[in-house]
């Protein structure tokens, strides 16, 4: 046996800092830190008053999906928000939510689950929700919550298939049952089922309120054809954020949609659960990148596409940027539309864009790109070393706001 520590998975983000751990601002925090390995910057008051506006409007429960954010002060946040209810896909999300928050309801919404995960989250976490898409699944679930012999209330959700609709990332293909099977499977989880449900997923990032009716009247037709009491109504995640390039759709837009498409529904018992993600924590998180390299219009930084930045790789996503030089050193007026390269050897580590910088934009310079509360630093990678990034809270306003809920008079 040799005594060299080997690091087998990606490093957390760490808190040690030169100064504070919570700063007034990035360009602060850029003065005092100078950092050369990217910075992850959360803004609790940011996340915090999104989920509370959230949880204000929709008329239902929200779960907050865990997956698109896990940071422990990510989560905290949207705790202080109002949320309660946390959408877990995995045994580990189950222990951390139930570890912070021992009062808050979790719910287990993979359709396809480790048996042993099963039974953990039913014995130890006090998990009472399961979704499913598939006969086997039920059998699973069934049978392993059985086999505890620890009793308790079981709610089954089975998660409807949606056609391919227009969102920015497809859920389509890899989970949900077809109509046909999604009415069978409510019957026949019916007996077993102290609550039953259905859900379904329009896709992440999805800009068009009519794709939450039209998955409504999809529900509406598998109920109908199930024959079976329905108690909880999920409309899943997707609630969008905004993005240089995009400019969604108010959130009250899609929450009328909703209302109109339960309603039509007429299941006066069933509840509205929501499950998002996005949309609650995008606009609480930034990371600052340095530039390490200029050619042409290419800067090579230092995080992509296997670190916080997949999403900006192939999904394409144009996350708003500004340079940040310390003490207000002038820059440019003049904008260049640059491409980013990240730091590993591999060609697919490239973020098209364009971000729009200062044209003097040079090695050394930081830049920092926003809405990455959302599917960011969850998503990193050791690949070629490159998993070294530190944590900070921030008290300045994030670089985009949160989507509305309405059209301000
Ligand atoms: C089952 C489920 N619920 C909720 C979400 C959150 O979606 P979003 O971040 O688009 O709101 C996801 C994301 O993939 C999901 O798979």
């Known amino acids: 046996m040799n005594d060299v520590r080997v690091r087998a998975a990606v490093s957390p983000l760490r808190r040690s800092f030169a100064t504070a751990a919570v700063l007034p601002s990035v360009d602060e925090l850029v003065a005092t830190e100078r950092p050369e390995e990217p910075m992850h910057c959360l803004r609790p008051a940011a996340v915090t008053a999104a989920a509370r506006a959230f949880v204000a409007a929709f008329p239902g429960d929200v779960l907050y999906a865990v997956k698109c954010n896990p940071e422990p002060g ?25 570890q912070m928050f021992p009062d808050t309801a979790i719910h287990f919404m993979h359709p396809v689950k480790a048996r042993g995960a099963i039974r953990e989250a039913w ?20 049978q392993e919550t059985a086999a505890t012999g620890a009793s308790g ?3 089954l959700i089975v998660r409807l298939a949606l056609p391919k609709g ?21 019957r026949a989880a019916r007996p077993h089922a102290t609550r039953l449900g259905v859900s379904f997923h329009v896709g992440s990032q999805c800009l068009d309120p009519l794709a939450w009716r039209n998955a409504l009247t999809l529900v509406g037709d598998v109920a109908q054809d199930a024959g079976v009491t329905i108690e909880i109504v999920d409309v899943g995640g997707g609630f969008p954020a905004a993005y240089t390039d995009v400019d969604p759709p108010h959130l009250g837009a899609i929450f009328a949609e909703i209302e109109a498409g339960f309603d039509r529904l007429a299941m006066p018992r069933a509840r509205l659960w929501a499950e998002p993600g996005r949309a609650l924590v995008a606009s609480g998180g930034s990371v ?15 995080d992509g596409v296997y670190g ?8 394409r996503f144009r996350y708003p940027v500004r340079l940040v030089r310390p003490s207000g050193a002038a820059s440019s007026n003049e904008l260049v539309a640059f491409k980013f390269f990240g730091p590993t050897c591999d060609s697919a580590d490239v973020m098209h864009g ?47 706001p949160q989507v509305p809920l309405r059209i301000a008079a």
Not at 79 to 88: E, L, M, T
Not at 123 to 142: A, N, P, Q
Not at 166 to 186: C, Q
């Open 153 to 155: 209330e079981l709610g």
């Open 354 to 400: 364009p971000f729009d910088l200062p044209a003097d934009t040079a090695e050394g310079d930081w830049i920092e790109i926003g809405q990455l509360g959302a599917y960011g630093g969850c998503m990193r990678t050791a690949f070629n070393g490159f998993d070294r990034a530190r944590l900070v809270e921030v008290r300045d306003r994030p670089l985009l």
């Open 308 to 315: 916080a930045l997949a999403d900006a790789g192939a999904p």
């Open 123 to 142: 014995v130890r976490h006090d998990v009472h929700d399961f979704t499913l898409d598939s006969t086997e699944e039920l059998g699973k679930i069934v």
């Open 288 to 302: 600052i990148v340095q530039v390490q390299h200029r050619r042409d219009d290419a800067l090579y930084i230092n």
């Open 74 to 98: 990510m989560l905290r946040a949207v705790r202080a928000g109002g949320v309660s209810h946390f959408d877990c896909a995995s045994i580990g999300e189950v222990a951390l939510v139930r």
């Open 166 to 186: 227009s969102a920015v990332l497809d859920l389509s293909g890899k989970f949900g049952a077809p109509a046909a099977l999604a009415s069978d499977l409510l």
